[in-house]
């Protein structure tokens, strides 16, 4: 049974806006084929009667929204294309509904979330994009027979999971009577990501690319703080991670928001994006913190979580997983934004494994790797953005974070009361049957035999190599396909003495860490576990399909390149090297040099 509907209203700010047109960012873009951000909290009830609760939720939010304009804005398109929210106090949606039949134990006592929680929330499978005519933000109330379920559903092109936190926690406080707000947001549109790139959205509006009906399951786990830190001194107290000449400090990681990439209209890296990358944050040993390699809690959670997955999918050993989580870069961009800079600002980070049974046993293993990568993307990785109206292509399994950072209580409780976080809509989706992509038998070598393990040391692979190899920690299984040095400079215009150079030094590193994602496997390859005349293929770090054979003279051809030499070592990291540089075709186009500039 649907909760009632009690009542519809429009809320206002109770002051008028000042803020103006704010324009949509590069990392604003991309969300509006994305759904509505939904987040709710599930409560007993207060000690006061429900429409005293429903009054004071009324007046803390318009008083709130006077904090946050472009909550009761609405979008608007100007003549040449640019998508704005215009903070015209248009107001947000409250609705205010009955569920009295519900009870808080029939939520948390079955295995699954039930269905009906979905009817707690508003505007489910709404687009974003849809806020040209929708209200941007929505708080629904629903009165259960013991509790209170209060959600909020907020356009994904509007907020992040940084900027929609300080909303809602601003809202609890001015809730509980407090006099001045702890985190103003800052709306300032002069950073680098504001950008004049114009987006060519569909008649109808964008899409999200993925099956809404699909037949999905939701489930929450909850965790002991007990049991977090025994998992997190289990993995630390394994071994800790080297990276360079240093230690990569792996506790630093911020958001959890999902983000996808934005393809440039003319194909090339644009001006904004080049300027991203030569302003991009690359600690030096002087700047960077005191060394450790600590892994956090969450990444030690996720890791399991990701495991458990995996396991519980059944995959072939042969597939490659997908972790995402999108990380904050607030303070990762030069000059660094408003810690509460209220937008979208946020980039997808990939860390991939194979579903191999030595992997899943091993699971410290997966925690480090995963730790190990998903640290140094967030550090260096470039934003090479592709479309912005469709996902990136689909490949492997993949399995995004949310986020559930702490939720402040919204009003007063007497000691006896207590609030019940339901931090989202989706807490770990899982199907109820598993429809996998076919796999290719021709995909079922390992490459991990002794028969094949006759690999010699090299000292080094070439500067720009030797940069490629380092990005990977050496006690860890890889497999790399690197450009030789004459592929660099042939390919990629890449010179010791003009590319490591100045401001060239952060684009020639961003570009690398991008050609490692496409190149590097997590598994180990040697020349002999590829088969003469026939292809066997692997998902890259980042995704990337790589087709392996061997050709007539024994040669490894890996997507059409031809390797030079195979077969060599780093640590356990195996090292081919390549006549060419084996990228996708879009980030092709983007760094292709342009050769008539040199006469």
């Not at 909020?152 to 509980?176: L, M």
């Given at each position: 049974?649907s909760?009632?509907?009690?009542s519809?209203?429009?809320?206002?700010?109770d002051?008028?806006?000042?803020?103006g047109?704010?324009?949509?960012?590069?990392?604003?873009?991309?969300?509006?084929?994305?759904?509505?951000?939904?987040?709710g909290g599930?409560?007993?009830?207060?000690?006061?009667p429900?429409?005293?609760?429903?009054?004071?939720?009324?007046?803390?939010?318009?008083?709130?929204?006077?904090?946050?304009?472009?909550?009761?804005?609405?979008?608007?398109?100007?003549a040449d294309?640019?998508?704005?929210?215009?903070?015209?106090?248009?107001?947000?949606?409250?609705?205010?509904?009955?569920?009295?039949?519900?009870?808080?134990?029939?939520?948390?006592?079955?295995t699954?979330?039930?269905?009906?929680?979905?009817?707690?929330?508003?505007?489910?499978?709404?687009?974003?994009?849809?806020?040209?005519f929708?209200?941007?933000?929505?708080?629904?109330?629903?009165?259960?027979?013991d509790g209170v379920?209060i959600?909020?559903?907020?356009?994904?092109?509007?907020?992040?999971?940084?900027?929609?936190?300080?909303?809602?926690?601003?809202?609890a406080?001015?809730?509980?009577?407090?006099?001045?707000?702890t985190?103003?947001?800052?709306?300032?549109r002069?950073?680098?990501?504001?950008?004049?790139?114009?987006?060519?959205?569909?008649d109808r509006?964008?899409?999200?690319?993925?099956?809404?009906?699909?037949?999905?399951?939701?489930?929450i786990?909850?965790?002991?703080?007990?049991s977090?830190?025994?998992?997190?001194?289990?993995?630390?107290n394994?071994?800790?991670?080297?990276?360079?000449?240093?230690e990569?400090?792996?506790?630093?990681?911020?958001?959890k928001?999902?983000?996808d990439?934005?393809?440039a209209?003319?194909?090339?890296?644009?001006?904004?994006?080049?300027?991203?990358?030569?302003?991009?944050?690359?600690?030096?040993?002087?700047?960077?913190?005191?060394?450790?390699?600590?892994?956090?809690?969450f990444q030690?959670?996720?890791?399991?979580l990701?495991?458990?997955?995996?396991?519980?999918?059944n995959?072939?050993?042969?597939?490659?997983?997908?972790?995402?989580?999108?990380?904050?870069?607030?303070?990762?961009?030069?000059?660094?934004?408003?810690?509460?800079?209220?937008?979208n600002?946020?980039?997808?980070?990939?860390?991939n494994?194979?579903?191999?049974?030595?992997?899943?046993?091993?699971?410290?293993?997966?925690?480090l790797?995963?730790?190990?990568?998903?640290?140094?993307?967030?550090c260096?990785h470039?934003?090479?953005?592709?479309?912005?109206?469709?996902?990136?292509?689909?490949?492997?399994?993949?399995?995004?974070?949310?986020?559930?950072?702490?939720?402040k209580?919204l009003?007063?409780?007497?000691?006896?009361?207590?609030?019940?976080?339901?931090?989202?809509?989706?807490?770990?989706n899982?199907?109820?049957s598993y429809?996998?992509?076919?796999?290719?038998?021709?995909?079922?070598?390992?490459?991990?035999?002794?028969?094949?393990?006759?690999?010699?040391e090299i000292?080094?692979?070439?500067?720009f190599?030797?940069?490629?190899?380092?990005?990977?920690?050496?006690?860890l299984?890889?497999?790399?396909?690197i450009?030789?040095?004459?592929?660099?400079?042939?390919?990629l215009?890449?010179?010791?003495?003009e590319?490591?150079?100045?401001e060239?030094?952060?684009?020639?590193?961003?570009?690398?860490?991008?050609?490692?994602?496409?190149?590097?496997?997590?598994?180990?390859?040697?020349?002999?576990?590829?088969?003469?005349?026939?292809?066997i293929s692997?998902?890259?770090?980042?995704g990337?399909?790589?087709f392996?054979?061997?050709?007539?003279?024994?040669?490894?051809?890996v997507?059409?390149?031809?390797s030079?030499?195979?077969?060599?070592?780093?640590?356990?990291?195996?090292?081919?090297?390549?006549?060419?540089v084996?990228?996708?075709?879009?980030?092709?186009?983007?760094?292709q040099?342009?050769?008539?500039?040199?006469g």
């Amino acid at each position: 049974m649907s909760p009632i509907l009690i009542s519809k209203s429009t809320i206002f700010p109770d002051q008028k806006s000042t803020a103006g047109d704010l324009k949509l960012s590069v990392s604003d873009l991309p969300m509006l084929s994305c759904h509505y951000i939904q987040k709710g909290g599930l409560f007993t009830r207060p000690p006061f009667p429900i429409t005293e609760l429903i009054a004071l939720l009324k007046r803390g939010l318009s008083q709130t929204l006077s904090h946050f304009p472009p909550l009761a804005g609405r979008f608007k398109t100007d003549a040449d294309g640019c998508i704005y929210i215009t903070c015209n106090d248009a107001g947000v949606e409250f609705v205010h509904a009955n569920a009295t039949h519900v009870s808080i134990y029939d939520i948390l006592s079955p295995t699954h979330v039930p269905d009906f929680v979905k009817g707690f929330f508003s505007f489910d499978h709404t687009v974003s994009y849809d806020g040209h005519f929708k209200p941007i933000l929505a708080v629904r109330v629903t009165e259960l027979a013991d509790g209170v379920f209060i959600s909020c559903a907020v356009n994904h092109a509007v907020t992040d999971g940084t900027s929609f936190w300080n909303f809602f926690n601003t809202f609890a406080e001015v809730c509980r009577g407090a006099a001045k707000i702890t985190r103003p947001p800052n709306f300032r549109r002069d950073s680098v990501l504001i950008s004049q790139a114009v987006l060519k959205i569909p008649d109808r509006g964008p899409k999200v690319t993925f099956d809404v009906d699909a037949p999905l399951k939701e489930r929450i786990f909850s965790f002991s703080r007990e049991s977090i830190l025994k998992l997190k001194a289990k993995t630390n107290n394994w071994k800790r991670i080297s990276h360079r000449s240093g230690e990569i400090n792996a506790g630093e990681l911020m958001g959890k928001q999902r983000n996808d990439p934005l393809k440039a209209s003319d194909g090339k890296i644009t001006a904004i994006i080049e300027s991203w990358l030569r302003n991009a944050v690359s600690m030096t040993e002087k700047e960077s913190p005191t060394p450790t390699a600590e892994i956090s809690s969450f990444q030690s959670l996720c890791a399991l979580l990701w495991r458990a997955v995996t396991r519980a999918r059944n995959l072939p050993a042969s597939k490659t997983t997908t972790f995402r989580m999108a990380v904050n870069c607030r303070n990762r961009l030069e000059p660094k934004l408003d810690p509460v800079y209220f937008g979208n600002a946020i980039q997808s980070i990939p860390t991939n494994a194979p579903a191999s049974d030595d992997w899943l046993r091993d699971s410290v293993q997966i925690q480090l790797t995963f730790c190990s990568l998903l640290s140094y993307w967030a550090c260096y990785h470039p934003r090479n953005r592709r479309n912005t109206t469709t996902h990136s292509p689909f490949r492997g399994v993949q399995r995004p974070s949310p986020s559930s950072p702490p939720v402040k209580t919204l009003v007063n409780h007497t000691p006896h009361d207590r609030d019940l976080p339901l931090p989202s809509t989706v807490a770990l989706n899982l199907p109820t049957s598993y429809r996998l992509p076919e796999v290719s038998t021709r995909n079922n070598l390992m490459g991990s035999s002794n028969k094949y393990r006759k690999v010699r040391e090299i000292e080094s692979f070439g500067k720009f190599g030797d940069m490629m190899v380092e990005m990977l920690p050496e006690d860890l299984t890889f497999t790399i396909f690197i450009p030789s040095e004459k592929a660099f400079e042939r390919d990629l215009r890449f010179r010791e003495d003009e590319s490591l150079v100045g401001e060239k030094v952060n684009d020639t590193y961003a570009v690398l860490t991008r050609l490692l994602g496409f190149s590097a496997v997590p598994r180990m390859i040697h020349s002999g576990a590829i088969p003469n005349g026939k292809e066997i293929s692997y998902d890259s770090l980042s995704g990337y399909s790589l087709f392996m054979s061997r050709d007539l003279d024994g040669m490894v051809v890996v997507n059409g390149v031809r390797s030079k030499v195979v077969d060599c070592r780093k640590g356990k990291i195996v090292v081919h090297i390549m006549d060419g540089v084996i990228m996708e075709a879009d980030f092709e186009q983007s760094v292709q040099p342009d050769y008539g500039e040199e006469g």
